[in-house]
Nanobody
Framework: QVQLVESGGGLVQAGGSLRLSCAASGGTSSRYAMGWFRQAPGKEREFVAAISRSGSSTYYEGSLKGRFTISGDNAKNTMFLQMNSLKPEDTAVYYC?????????????????????WGQGSQVTVSS
């Protein structure tokens, strides 16, 4: 019942910043834990960041912590990924994902198979 649409990707020089958005429709964002994944050409999709249903807990892939920040705006049913100090190796298609979460749980999820809904992806290209 939930549809996700990513936006905000594009071409940026190394050291620059981008802010990705993931707009959700057909559901209430407060009912879902959310996450970001990315996939570079020839590589498997990998975990980037996750946020719990309430937004109180976040988790990042180790090498990205300090450069990337995940957040959400429940009033707008939108999740964000702020990406700073971008590197060429960050080049990938970035996907947002949502997992149905009962109000009693407030966990973060890091595995692709744990999520129920996916966006179509947004291309991020970082030039050197």
């Amino acid at each position: 019942q939930v549809q996700l649409v990513e936006s905000g990707g594009g071409l940026v020089q190394a050291g620059g910043s981008l802010r990705l958005s993931c707009a959700a429709s057909g559901g209430t964002s407060s009912r879902y834990a959310m996450g970001w994944f990315r996939q570079a050409p020839g590589k498997e999709r990998e975990f980037v960041a996750a946020i719990s249903r309430s937004g109180s807990s976040t988790y990042y892939e180790g090498s990205l912590k300090g450069r990337f920040t995940i957040s959400g705006d429940n009033a707008k049913n939108t999740m964000f990924l702020q990406m700073n100090s971008l590197k060429p190796e960050d080049t990938a298609v970035y996907y947002c994902a949502a997992k149905s979460a009962d109000y009693r749980y407030n966990s973060v999820y890091t595995r692709e198979g744990q999520y129920d809904y996916w966006g179509q992806g947004s291309q991020v290209t970082v030039s050197s």
